[in-house]
């Protein structure tokens, strides 16, 4: 019975801070985090206020939790999406697509994701970074080294080429409407990245 209890206990405290996660991502979505308030987190999440501080040391360690939080999820759009393909190219085609897509159907995640990427706080932009490592390592290591190794691609820095194109992705990305339309299409985007990777012969290079 006590193990049953713990249980129990350990859910109830999983969901709340379930909830408050996601009520205090809306809220830096909406406030940015300066002008994000504790109280009304917990109040939006349906709880007392200081309801957060048993959960969290601060605003601070929230929103490091939320940018792992959002880190892991976006991580999980995209991945299936693109290991789906076996052809390195159509990988990064839907790694665009599925990327967008995110953006779209998560915005106030995206726009904590923006203002972090864009805001002023080092140590936010240091944290995001390495919680996004994961999806370089999907860049990088299931799209660009396969794609070279296949002759798809031409030979290129892959750790390099990796920033860039997460640089172009969260750049893209971040043009969104209030209502989540990405105002770049992925696949004229996937298209430029495409081309600036495939193998040009030499009378195509003279070309360009």
Do not use: C
Not at 25 to 44: D, K
Not at 70 to 98: G, S, T
């Amino acid at each position: 019975m006590p193990r049953h209890k713990d249980s129990q206990r350990d859910q109830a405290r999983g969901e709340t801070r379930r909830l408050l996660i996601e009520a205090a991502t809306s809220e830096f979505a909406r406030e940015g985090y300066v002008g994000a308030n504790i109280n009304r987190i917990s109040r939006s999440a349906g709880f007392a206020k200081g309801t957060i501080y048993n959960y969290f040391e601060s605003k601070r360690s929230l929103m490091l939790a939320i940018i792992a939080e959002v880190a892991r999820a976006h991580l999980a759009f995209i991945q299936p999406p693109v290991l789906h393909e076996a052809d390195p190219r159509q990988r990064l085609e839907r790694f665009f697509e599925a990327g967008f897509a995110f953006v779209s159907a998560h915005l106030a995640q995206a726009r904590v994701m923006i203002n972090t990427l864009y805001g002023p706080d080092a140590e936010f932009k240091e944290y995001m970074y390495a919680a996004y490592q994961p999806m370089f390592q999907l860049v990088n290591k299931d799209i660009l080294v396969p794609g070279i190794e296949q002759g798809h691609f031409r030979m290129v820095d892959p750790n390099a080429t990796t920033l860039l194109l997460m640089t172009i992705y969260l750049g893209t990305g971040s043009q969104v409407s209030e209502q989540g339309r990405v105002w770049m299409d992925p696949g004229q985007v996937a298209k430029f990245a495409l081309h600036a990777l495939s193998r040009k012969e030499p009378s195509d290079a003279r070309a360009v």
